[in-house]
Nanobody
């Protein structure tokens, strides 16, 4: 299984970005995916998750600003990030942590 994340970049505070994570390979066993992030000098933390059976979950710090969604036909999970803050700056990783699958990170920098 490969998870390919993209969509990071530099954005001003208050701006928006959409991250994408495309899954390929033997993905039939995956039934949930999530986004995690790691800021410089900090531990990796949970951001959001989505279950194929329904249900989305968010860290308190992003609730109301970030939205996780899935496109079954494209084997893709998205993270729409609005009202970005400087403290959202981090490397963002997509994962199916229950299966031990992690993608490479994509850097999000929120700065004026």
């Amino acid at each position: 299984v490969q998870l390919q994340a993209s969509g990071g970049g530099l954005v001003q505070p208050g701006g928006s970005l959409r991250l994408s994570c495309v899954a390929s390979g033997s993905i039939a066993s995956i039934n949930a995916m999530g986004w995690f992030r790691q800021a410089p000098g900090k531990e990796r933390e949970f951001v959001a998750a989505i279950r194929w059976s329904g249900g989305t979950y968010y860290a308190d710090s992003v609730k109301g600003r970030f939205t996780i969604s899935r496109d079954n036909a494209k084997n893709t999970v998205y993270l729409q990030m609005n009202s970005l803050k400087p403290e959202d700056t981090a490397v963002y990783y997509c994962a199916a942590p229950g299966k031990g699958y992690w993608g490479q990170g994509t850097l999000v920098t929120v700065s004026s």
